[in-house]
């Protein structure tokens, strides 16, 4: 597989697709919902993915495509190459904000991550990954993880998860947020997982994703050093939703074993 010239092809897309994004800040959203109202789609999410998906196809016709707005294919299985794409990550902050909302693209072969793309199109960061060969920010090589003390850990979680969920009692999240330094919301999983892998955070956490919030983040985080499992510590599957536990090596068993799975038989 030519990974370069997949590279190139991906970089000149983010950039056109950025570029439509922002343009689109002048006309008027169509927005809906999806499965409540919170969860909103607009016409940008759809027409983002559907140019995605026009190009991959034409370039790259024996690829196949998962894609959130559903204009790919209906994957169930990850062999030969697959692209998962979210074509807007944070649709809420698009909307209510125009900021804060990346594209982020994830390549695997045959499970494998491969490539990975964050691209936070007003800003105009582009985060990039080759497995094994390194991950870059805008171009600068990005250093490996450094474990902090949980005493001075700042994690990733939405408020939400401290009211109620269905995985992990609420007094050990509770427990959690009491141990270390500060909590983060940033409102883009794909965000989420690139602050993980640049340090600015030390890990997130979250109980409901779908494989397209975190196909890329993966990639950089564990290329990085990071590990990548659900809350209970098991690995992701790339064709179901999860729950997401993203952190450094060290902290990531200390935060499993002292706080996520306490009292809890798996
Ligand atoms: P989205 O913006 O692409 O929908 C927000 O908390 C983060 O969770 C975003 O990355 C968002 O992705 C993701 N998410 C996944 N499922 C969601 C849902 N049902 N409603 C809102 N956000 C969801
Ligand atoms: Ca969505
Ligand atoms: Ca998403
Ligand atoms: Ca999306």
């Known amino acids: 597989m030519n990974w370069?010239?997949?590279?190139t092809y991906v970089k000149h897309w983010l950039e056109e697709a950025g570029n439509r994004i922002t343009a689109s800040f002048q006309n008027?959203?169509?927005?809906?919902?999806?499965?409540?109202?919170?969860d909103l789609v607009t016409n940008i999410d759809k027409e983002t993915e559907q140019y995605f998906i026009k190009n991959i196809q034409s370039k790259f016709p024996d690829h196949h495509i998962l894609g959130e707005e559903g204009y790919g294919e209906k994957l169930e299985s990850?062999?030969?190459?697959?692209?998962?794409i979210d074509p807007i990550d944070g649709t809420v902050n698009f909307?209510?904000?125009?900021?804060?909302?990346?594209?982020?693209?994830?390549?695997?072969?045959?499970?494998?991550?491969r490539l990975g793309y964050i691209y936070d199109v007003v800003q105009k960061e582009l985060y990039s990954v080759e497995a094994g060969k390194g991950a870059f920010f805008n171009g600068t090589r990005l250093?490996?993880?450094e474990e902090p003390p949980l005493s001075d850990a700042i994690i990733g979680m939405n408020a939400t998860w401290l009211l109620s969920n269905k995985l992990v009692p609420v007094e050990n999240l509770h427990a959690l947020v009491r141990d270390i330094r500060a909590t983060?919301?940033?409102?883009?999983?794909?965000?989420?997982c690139i602050y993980v892998a640049t340090g600015r955070t030390d890990a997130y956490l979250t109980m409901r994703l779908c494989p397209w919030d975190f196909a890329a983040g993966k990639i950089f985080i564990e290329e990085l050093g990071g590990v990548v499992t659900d809350v209970f510590?098991?690995?992701l599957n790339m064709l179901e939703?999860?729950?997401v536990f993203a952190c450094k090596p060290g902290l990531h068993k200390e935060i499993l074993d002292n706080y996520l799975l306490r009292g809890i038989s798996k």
């Open 28 to 38: 008027e959203l169509n927005i809906e919902t999806k499965s409540d109202r919170n």
């Open 184 to 192: 983060r919301s940033y409102g883009s999983a794909a965000l989420e």
């Open 78 to 84: 990850m062999d030969g190459i697959v692209w998962i």
């Open 233 to 235: 510590g098991n690995s």
């Open 143 to 145: 250093a490996p993880l």
């Open 95 to 113: 909307v209510h904000q125009q900021r804060n909302f990346v594209i982020s693209i994830g390549i695997y072969q045959n499970g494998v991550g």
């Open 4 to 7: 370069n010239e997949i590279d």
């Open 241 to 243: 939703k999860s729950s």
